[in-house]
């Protein structure tokens, strides 16, 4: 069987397409860049095409379609970047390539942490060579209340891993986890988390409901002083009010893995480009504020695994088998 990779990274996954690929009897056709009409023709004498982020609308699908594609899986968790409802209308089966929630958990404690010790205010005065103390005080997570929005798998773990540092926790999510509750965690209402959270770190799906939940009037009712950590999507926070915030101390610091308007920037080199996102100018600038690039999840286990199951889903498609990585 053979199976056509787009976006194929070869300084991260060249290895993981070689082992697993042999390992599974799977003819690889490696495309490092994202599928497109011209390149499509790649595809042809593939049942499975492995993508990553880039967009499958309806009529991209359809020229992968007429070459005989007839399963398309894509090495993240999300989806929504392809046309599902065109796909099945094509005959076309979705798959995604779920990866552990530990690797964005550990990352959201990390900006937690840079963001109460003032990490980058540090890193830049070493890089300098200035060892002064003056303004890079920082505070204990045992003092502090952390709240945690969104308690699925990413969020969940969180919890668990605060729960070695003696800070108190709050919880919010739409359904509330036994396994939380069991945990000693309380659920609060999102009142209740504005008025009594030190740290917000944030772990929902961006909906159309929690559309900037993180706007003007919320962060009035917040904690003077209170950090916020972003390693979901970009659009729970309005940027205009978050920089309003810094700009007025109400809030004390952030760390953003998203961003508002992200797409098409990050994973590429822009350094000489003139970029069309001013609200990422602006809260990159601030020293409170330390910002990375969507990279929460990118970690050797996490490349390892959506290599490996987009390959193994393929391969249980081929055989008519039970496939658990098939989007319904
Ligand atoms: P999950 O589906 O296991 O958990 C999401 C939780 O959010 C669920 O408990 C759900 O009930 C809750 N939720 C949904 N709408 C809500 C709302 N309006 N308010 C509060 N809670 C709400 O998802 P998982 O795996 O924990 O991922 C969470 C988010 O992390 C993803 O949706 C994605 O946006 C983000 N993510 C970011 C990555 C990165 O590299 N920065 C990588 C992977 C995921």
Same mark, same amino acid.
């Given at each position: 069987?053979?199976?056509?990779?787009?976006?194929?990274?070869?300084?991260?996954?060249?290895?993981?397409?070689?082992?697993?690929?042999?390992?599974?009897?799977?003819?690889?056709?490696?495309?490092?860049?994202?599928?497109?009409?011209?390149?499509?023709?790649?595809?042809?004498?593939?049942?499975?095409?492995?993508?990553?982020?880039?967009?499958?609308?309806?009529?991209?699908?359809?020229?992968?379609?007429?070459?005989?594609?007839?399963?398309?899986?894509?090495?993240?968790?999300?989806?929504?970047?392809?046309?599902?409802?065109?796909?099945?209308?094509?005959?076309?089966?979705?798959?995604?390539?779920?990866?552990?929630?530990?690797?964005?958990?550990?990352?959201?404690?990390?900006?937690?942490?840079?963001?109460?010790?003032?990490?980058?205010?540090?890193?830049?005065?070493?890089?300098?060579?200035?060892?002064?103390?003056?303004?890079?005080? &920082?505070?204990?997570?045992?003092?502090?209340?952390?709240?945690? /929005?969104? %308690? $699925?798998? @990413? +969020?969940?773990?969180? !919890?668990?891993?605060?729960?070695?540092?003696?800070?108190?926790?709050?919880?919010?999510?739409?359904?509330?986890?036994?396994?939380?509750?069991?945990?000693?965690?309380?659920?609060?209402?999102?009142?209740?988390?504005?008025?009594?959270?030190?740290?917000?770190?944030?772990?929902?799906?961006?909906?159309?409901?929690?559309?900037?939940?993180?706007?003007?009037?919320?962060?009035?009712?917040?904690?003077?002083?209170?950090?916020?950590?972003?390693?979901?999507?970009? &659009?729970?926070?309005?940027?205009?009010?978050?920089?309003?915030? /810094?700009? %007025? $101390?109400? @809030? +004390?610091?952030?760390? !953003?893995?998203?961003?508002?308007?992200?797409?098409?920037?990050?994973?590429?080199?822009?350094?000489?480009?003139?970029?069309?996102?001013?609200?990422?100018?602006?809260?990159?600038?601030?020293?409170?504020?330390?910002?990375?690039?969507?990279?929460?999840?990118?970690?050797?286990?996490?490349?390892?695994?959506?290599?490996?199951?987009?390959?193994?889903?393929?391969?249980?498609?081929?055989?008519?088998?039970?496939?658990?990585?098939?989007?319904?």
């Amino acid at each position: 069987m053979k199976v056509t990779v787009y976006n194929y990274r070869s300084f991260d996954e060249k290895e993981l397409f070689e082992r697993y690929g042999e390992e599974l009897g799977i003819e690889l056709v490696l495309c490092p860049d994202a599928p497109n009409t011209e390149n499509a023709a790649l595809a042809k004498g593939s049942e499975c095409i492995d993508i990553l982020t880039s967009k499958m609308p309806e009529e991209l699908l359809k020229v992968f379609a007429d070459y005989g594609v007839k399963y398309v899986t894509t090495r993240t968790i999300g989806y929504d970047h392809i046309d599902v409802k065109a796909a099945q209308k094509f005959g076309m089966t979705v798959a995604n390539a779920p990866y552990g929630p530990c690797g964005v958990a550990d990352y959201a404690v990390m900006l937690i942490l840079m963001t109460i010790r003032k990490m980058k205010r540090i890193m830049e005065r070493t890089n300098i060579q200035d060892y002064t103390l003056m303004g890079i005080q &920082g505070r204990e997570l045992k003092d502090l209340t952390v709240g945690v /929005i969104g %308690t $699925g798998r @990413i +969020g969940k773990t969180v !919890l668990k891993n605060l729960s070695g540092f003696g800070c108190g926790l709050l919880a919010y999510d739409l359904y509330e986890s036994d396994e939380v509750k069991e945990s000693g965690v309380p659920y609060v209402s999102l009142e209740e988390m504005w008025k009594k959270a030190d740290v917000i770190t944030l772990h929902a799906p961006l909906t159309d409901e929690n559309y900037h939940m993180i706007n003007g009037d919320t962060i009035a009712r917040m904690k003077d002083g209170v950090m916020i950590v972003n390693t979901a999507r970009g &659009g729970l926070i309005d940027s205009e009010a978050l920089i309003r915030g /810094i700009e %007025t $101390g109400k @809030i +004390g610091g952030a760390g !953003l893995d998203v961003v508002e308007n992200e797409f098409g920037l990050y994973y590429y080199d822009h350094k000489s480009d003139i970029l069309n996102n001013r609200e990422l100018a602006i809260l990159r600038g601030f020293p409170n504020v330390t910002v990375s690039h969507h990279m929460a999840f990118y970690t050797d286990d996490c490349v390892k695994t959506v290599v490996r199951d987009s390959l193994m889903g393929c391969k249980c498609f081929v055989e008519g088998r039970e496939n658990p990585w098939e989007v319904k």
